[in-house]
């Protein structure tokens, strides 16, 4: 049964006990948890001598035969047991802050569980949030965290076309691969024609989409509009179509000889007065390419845009839009100042993600023209993003695993960074006083 404590408890013993998982658990009189406690440590200790000495022997040394020692797998294992021995320590830290605190629960004459049936009833009262939580942090865990921690570890080796295991084996060699990025020319003037585009691409092709996206809204929202409801419809077919296939078409429409933007809609235009348009290199010349591609994005990413402009503006109230009249504001000033301020106190953290969504935009590059044309060095073409030459780099004739690798890393830091950034200017995370 449990009891209430009577005898007081040496909290220094508790603690120090703990320092075998289990030991200050039955100090304390705790025997189920104790047994419990104890049976992870046993655990761990077995999974330790059985698999994860050589796991982290192989993660160190990444093999000593070729043939024999796969260099990769190596790696992975390794990088498997550090994730378990992180999870063991987190445990381990817990056990030892247990014991110290049901040693001073029972130092201040508290009621203590002592039984199985007490351990167990207390863990769902006050723990039945994290045993829900607990299989999605697992999860998490192993395929998002565990990726991420193989591909941090590869950007420090030379895994690359000449070192492919089983038959060479893979060695670290620290930060060579983010030297050669900013230091080694054939990499530092890819990557940095790359990054600029990439910029360039991100900051262009999702301003377009929210502005078209907040444009359309706040026009079709308008009270003498007719026919809100056809025009919704028609705002949706650019997301209800699947994006690929539109990509793939406007690929199509936008050939330099036979897509219908140079047969047909040019020839018409110059029908109308003072114009003479020739026809364009929209999938030849490095410019138009990346114009055609944002123009695009543009009409891909607006509907999504639209659809949450249109409830926002739903949702303000119509006072103040009549208050603002009689005070009197024009259109402008009443958008200044009452609509595009509640459009960004909403939707500031959606418009970061649409911006760090194109960082990444692998589609929208490509299937449109495979990067191209041409070429900046270092595989890259001249409308490749980062994250469409790290594909290339690691698809190529000679991929470069770890280079890939390491810019993945940085393309990684970069998106985090401006994304914390935003978010903590926007306040997007502070929902105090809402």
């Known amino acids: 049964m449990d009891r209430t404590a009577t005898n007081p408890k040496d909290v220094k013993k508790a603690t120090l006990y703990s320092l075998i998982p289990g030991g200050g658990q039955l100090y304390n009189e705790q025997k189920f948890k104790a047994i419990v406690f104890f049976g992870i440590f046993l655990l761990f200790v077995i999974e330790m001598i059985s698999f994860g000495g050589a796991a982290f022997q192989g993660f160190v040394t990444l093999g000593a035969t070729p043939i024999e020692d796969h260099s990769l797998f190596l790696m992975i294992e390794g990088t498997l047991q550090i994730i378990i021995t992180a999870i063991f320590l987190i445990f381990y830290v817990l056990n030892i802050r247990d014991a110290k605190a049901v040693a001073k629960q029972w130092n201040a004459g508290m009621t203590v569980n002592t039984t199985a049936k007490g351990v167990t009833d207390n ?118 179509v699947p994006a690929f296939i539109t990509i793939m078409s406007f690929s199509n429409i936008f050939n330099d000889s036979i897509g219908a933007i140079n047969s047909q809609v040019i020839p018409m235009l110059n029908h109308l007065p003072f114009v003479d348009i020739g026809a364009i290199a929209w999938k030849t010349d490095p410019f138009w390419t990346k114009v055609a591609i944002i123009m695009i994005q543009g009409w891909l990413g607006f509907p999504y845009i639209y659809v949450m402009t249109t409830g926002i503006l739903q949702s303000i109230p119509g006072e103040l839009y009549e208050a603002a009249k009689i005070d009197g504001a024009n259109a402008m000033a009443r958008f200044n100042k009452i609509t595009l301020p509640m459009i960004l106190y909403v939707a500031a953290p959606i418009f970061v993600t649409q911006y760090t969504g194109n960082f990444n ?71 105090e006083g809402m």
């Open 123 to 240: 863990v769902l009262e006050n723990g039945f949030a994290y045993l829900l939580t607990l299989p999605a942090y697992l999860v998490m865990t192993f395929t998002i965290i565990f990726p991420v921690l193989v591909t941090l570890f590869m950007a420090f080796t030379n895994y690359d076309f000449y070192h492919i295991p089983p038959a060479s084996l893979i060695d670290w060699v620290g930060f060579k691969n983010f030297f050669s990025i900013f230091f080694l020319s054939s990499y530092r003037d890819t990557f940095g024609a790359v990054f600029s585009w990439t910029v360039i691409w991100t900051l262009c092709a999702s301003t377009l989409q929210i502005v078209l996206g907040v444009f359309t809204a706040v026009i079709a929202n308008q009270e003498f509009i007719k026919g809100k409801r056809f025009f919704g419809i028609i705002f949706l077919l650019p997301w209800a």
């Open 361 to 431: 935009n692998f589609s929208m590059i490509y299937l449109f023209n495979n990067g191209g044309p041409g070429s900046v060095g270092g595989g890259a073409g001249s409308s490749d993003i980062l994250i469409s030459w790290i594909y290339k780099l690691t698809t190529g004739n000679s991929p470069q695993y770890s280079v890939a690798a390491a810019v993945t890393l940085l393309i990684s830091a970069i998106v985090i960074s401006i994304s914390l950034i935003v978010f903590k200017k926007t306040k997007a995370f502070d929902m």
